[in-house]
């Protein structure tokens, strides 16, 4: 038994695909870095500051998410 698939790719160029993936791929690190920067941030303040901003402990990686992902 034979298969044949066959794919399109919209008429799209290779040129335009990969500058759609580089455009993805430096969106997804500019994200990134600001989840790093916003946790190690919130992670080097005292529990005391934590708790002046009404941030628990357990908030830290959802805040550093919100902040880079949303």
């Known amino acids: 038994m034979a298969f044949v698939t066959e794919t399109r790719t919209g008429g ?10 580089r455009s993805d791929l430096l969106k997804n690190y500019s994200q990134y870095r600001v ?16 708790n002046d901003m009404g941030i628990g402990a357990g908030d830290i990686q959802r805040i550093a998410r919100e902040a880079a992902y949303n």
């Open 12 to 21: 799209t160029s290779i040129f335009a695909r990969f500058a759609a993936l």
């Open 35 to 50: 989840y790093r920067t916003t946790l190690n941030e919130l992670r080097d303040l005292s529990a005391r500051e934590l």
